[in-house]
């Protein structure tokens, strides 16, 4: 058996494209879907990442601002633009890349973000409307990974699900976007006993643990949904996810690949949360004259 391989980059393609439409319609409207991507320090991985989402952003016909502050920025600093960036009717989305330097208190810099352009979903009210199935701004990696399930046709409710990894901004979200979806949820982390046991029960499993190839073709059911959320640079340069691929991909049905999975998801859903809070700030009499 060869695993089918759910391409993201294929389908974040096909979404930037439908997306493009919309974001047009809005503009039409006064308001061109913005999206303000605040950047601290010279993390490397964090450059290609905020690059990414900028040129997804200019792709998508989207408005978009990326900046940027050097390492030994002041959180007074970040928090000055975020306030400017809340009251910019030209901004949907305020996102502010993550790892932040030691120096900053990053709930404090997430809380300052107004809920309605906490695009990444990231504050506690959205979290707390997302847990009660309320409408709230889904966080985009979790968003991308059961958007890649629904395109490989896989029937949720009733499976059962698990998830390596208890992340605010990866694991526990997905775990409740596959329980509201109908899956018998199981959530896996460091203090778990017998991993592989649990892993080799899934019908889907997440993989969302930052240690390259740390789920190994053993740990997967035969015909399972494998998604692989991990994104692990190697010594040699190239990306790796948190599954081992070549032996995952023939004893999986379905399988993400890194690169090329989950993180053009990501993105896309980044847009498209972006593109929904255009749509609110419309419906609110709020747009822009982007
Ligand atoms: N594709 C994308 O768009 C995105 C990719 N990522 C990638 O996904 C991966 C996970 O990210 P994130 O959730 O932020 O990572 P975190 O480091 O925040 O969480 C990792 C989780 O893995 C668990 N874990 C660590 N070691 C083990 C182990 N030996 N056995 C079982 N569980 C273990 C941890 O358990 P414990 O809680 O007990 O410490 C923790 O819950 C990373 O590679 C990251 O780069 C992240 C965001 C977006
Ligand atoms: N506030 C905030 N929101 C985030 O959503 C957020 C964050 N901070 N900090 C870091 C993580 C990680 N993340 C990724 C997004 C896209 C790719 C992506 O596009 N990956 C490409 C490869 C990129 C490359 O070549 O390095 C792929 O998998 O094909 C990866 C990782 C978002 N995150
Ligand atoms: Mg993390």
Redesign the pocket.
Known sequence: MTAHILDGNALAKTLRANFRQEAEALASRGARPGLAVILVGENPASQVYVRNKVNACADAGFYSEKHVFPGDATQADVLAKIRALNADPAIHGILVQLPLPAQFDAEAVLDAIVAEKDVDGFRAENVGALVLGLPCFVP??PR?AMRLLEEAGVDVAGKEAVI????????KPMAMLLMHAGATVTV?????RD?AAHCRRADILV?????PR?ITGEMIKPGAVVID????RLPDGKLC??VDFDAARVVAGAITP?PG???P???AMLLANTLESARNSVQNGAGNNA
């Open positions: 985009c990696t991308g390596v990894g208890r992340s605010n901004i990866v694991g896996c982390h460091s203090r778990t991993l993989a969302a643990v930052g240690k740390f959320v991990g994104i692990n996810g948190d890194v999975g989950v993180g998801m990501t993105i």
